[in-house]
Structures are given as structure tokens and as C-alpha cells.
T-cell receptor, first 116, second 112 residues
Framework: GAVVSQHPSWVICKSGTSVKIECRSL??????MFWYRQFPKQSLMLMAT?????????EQGVEKDKFLINHASLTLSTLTVTSAHPEDSSFYIC????????????FGPGTRLTVL | KQEVTQIPAALSVPEGENLVLNCSFT??????LQWFRQDPGKGLTSLLL?????REQTSGRLNASLDKSSGRSTLYIAASQPGDSATYLC???????????FGKGTTLSVSS
């Protein structure tokens, strides 16, 4: 149980285009979803926290107009990278948690974004 | 602000050795601590989760301890195998329902 999926697993796009990444909790309802970003040889850094039906809370330095997060249901959150540039190339990982099970976070497999 | 540090950054050992990975955190007021494994280019695999009230957790050849008052956790890997080669990440959760704060990881290489 407690499986989180992400789609796509990898994406290559041209500079200036927008990319949408989906994060789904497959067998539980996620009260909260988190989006992290990982640059090469670095650790995961939190980008934003999203709760179903409310606006996401972004970390300092993360542009909310560039990284659009929608959490329309208890099983789906999406991250849209708008007008992507090469510096946005990174590994994006989502996680989901629910109030039971010690609030443990369950991570998706990640999405590798490469912007040319 | 909570900071998580992992030492060493990299470790190479021959197969069969027992080893210890270290994690320290600056704020002892944590809700839980979790150890993950990450293979190159892949996502995270949760290894062990220790609640703040617990002192250790065990799973197979892995044992994680937590000393909250000193802000330290260790991951002990017994009888290491080449398949254990990966990056090991330590992460703390300050409060229930909040995001995890990660260390930079220890990259382990086990040679046969």
C-alpha cells in the first residue's frame, strides 16, 4: 500500500515551453502533497506544500508564477513549469502523506526534466 | 532553522564489512526521522522511520538509532553487499504533516 506515482518519468522540452508533471496517490487519500527539487549531486529541496482545495505554500526563492501547483483532489497534484529554461532542468519528486500512519511521507519515483 | 548534516559524504568498503552512516540535526524538536536509499537517477526508497519517542528501528541488515537530545542518528548496515551501493539520505520532520528536511546524503560503494 501507500503508492505514489508520477507522470511523466522523464521529459525533454524546448526553452520557453511549459511542462506539466502529475503526482498521484494510488491507494490512499493524501491530505498533503509536497514538491521537491533535486539538482545533480545535491539533496532534495522543498519547493512547495499543497493541501487539497487550497493554494500551495511556496518556499522562499521559489517563484509561484513559474511553478504552478494545483491540488484539485485528494489523489492528484500537478506541477506546471511555465516558460521553462535550461536552469529549470532538474529532478522533481513529489511526496504525499495522510494523517494516519505516523504522517509518513510516501515518495513518487521522480520526473527528470531537461530543458534544451 | 533545522539543518541536517550527513557524514561522511562518500564511503567505499569491501563486501562483508559492517558500516555506520551518521546523521546530525541542529534542532532536537523533531517529530520523526527517516532514512532513505536513492539509486542513481532514481527516486527514494524508504528504509526506516523512527518516531521521536523511539530509540531505534530494525529491518533486516539495517538498524537505525536515534538520540534526539544530542541531535544524532546512525544507520548501521551489517554485512554489506555490492547491492547496497547507493546514496543514503537522512531526513527529519519537525512536526506532523510538514515537509521533510534532507541531508546531502552519503554515497556508499561496496566492492566485491
Amino acid at each position: 500500500g501507500a503508492v505514489v506515482s508520477q507522470h511523466p518519468s522523464w521529459v525533454i522540452c524546448k526553452s520557453g515551453t511549459s511542462v506539466k508533471i502529475e503526482c498521484r496517490s494510488l491507494d490512499f487519500q493524501a491530505t498533503t502533497m509536497f514538491w521537491y527539487r533535486q539538482f545533480p549531486k545535491q539533496s532534495l529541496m522543498l519547493m512547495a506544500t499543497s493541501n487539497e482545495g487550497s493554494k500551495a505554500t511556496y518556499e522562499q526563492g521559489v517563484e509561484k508564477d513559474k511553478f504552478l501547483i494545483n491540488h484539485a483532489s485528494l489523489t492528484l497534484s500537478t506541477l506546471t513549469v511555465t516558460s521553462a529554461h535550461p536552469e529549470d532542468s532538474s529532478f522533481y519528486i513529489c511526496s504525499a502523506s495522510f494523517s494516519g500512519h505516523y504522517n509518513e511521507q510516501f515518495f513518487g519515483p521522480g520526473t527528470r526534466l531537461t530543458v534544451l | 532553522k533545522q539543518e541536517v548534516t550527513q557524514i561522511p559524504a562518500a564511503l567505499s568498503v569491501p563486501e562483508g564489512e559492517n558500516l555506520v552512516l551518521n546523521c546530525s540535526f541542529t534542532d532536537s524538536a523533531i517529530y520523526n526521522l527517516q532514512w532513505f536509499r536513492q539509486d542513481p537517477g532514481k527516486g527514494l526508497t524508504s528504509l526506516l522511520l523512527i518516531q521521536s519517542s523511539q530509540r531505534e528501528q530494525t529491518s533486516g541488515r539495517l538498524n537505525a538509532s536515534l538520540d534526539k537530545s544530542s541531535g544524532r542518528s546512525t544507520l548501521y548496515i551489517a554485512a554489506s553487499q555490492p547491492g547496497d551501493s547507493a546514496t543514503y539520505l537522512c531526513a527529519v520532520q519537525s512536526q506532523a504533516g510538514t515537509a521533510l528536511i534532507f541531508g546531502k546524503g552519503t554515497t556508499l560503494s561496496v566492492s566485491s
